[in-house]
């Protein structure tokens, strides 16, 4: 989906000394734009764009913020699709394997300007557990998951949650549609 967008365009902005200066990098940004459209509630598009440039975004070059727009727009259409999809953008290690913290943490905080409103899905004794792939990510100050995993498994607990992501992603936006 996202072959037609300058990923290598923005996420070399983003990194550069031009951006602002707590920007989201690209992974964290797609996570966010993610959780904004799978969000209970719709936000609004300068409140995010301001969330995720880190605050004001007057001095973000046209371009950029319209490719930010475009990711968001192909979020939201490839969940339309009959058979929805979501294709996450994760770091990958040198030794090959994905590395979807960062994604998982931009996820976050979309969540975070909503908290509220999530609490329907985090306490449903049936759907809750489609945040675990997100949460399995999280990483408190002392590098031990908030999850609970043990550092022994956490390297295939991981690798398995990363796989699971774009899943739960699906049910999470479908959650929402039901009465």
């Not at 306490?123 to 949460?135: A, F, K, V």
Request: a negative charge; charged letters at 25%.
């Amino acid at each position: 989906m996202s072959d037609e967008i300058d990923l290598e365009g923005l996420d070399t902005y983003l990194m550069s000394d031009d951006s602002p200066e707590n920007c989201m990098m690209l992974s964290d940004l797609d996570g966010f734009l993610h959780g904004i459209v799978c969000s209970p509630v719709e936000i609004p598009k300068q409140e995010w764009l301001r969330k995720a440039m880190g605050g004001p975004f007057n001095k973000v070059p046209p371009a950029i913020l319209e490719t930010i727009t475009d990711i968001y727009d192909n979020i939201v259409d490839g969940l339309a699709l009959e058979e929805p999809e979501v294709e996450p953008i994760f770091w990958e290690a040198k030794e090959g394997h994905v590395i979807a913290m960062d994604w998982c943490e931009g996820f976050m905080d979309a969540v975070a300007l909503r908290p509220k409103e999530w609490l329907r899905l985090t306490e449903s004794g049936t759907s809750g557990h489609l945040m675990t792939p997100i949460l399995c990510h999280l990483i408190d100050e002392n590098g031990n998951s908030v999850m609970g995993i043990r550092r022994e498994d956490l390297f295939d607990a991981l690798g398995q949650a990363a796989e699971d992501i774009p899943t739960a992603v699906v049910g999470i936006h479908q959650f929402w549609k039901l009465p």
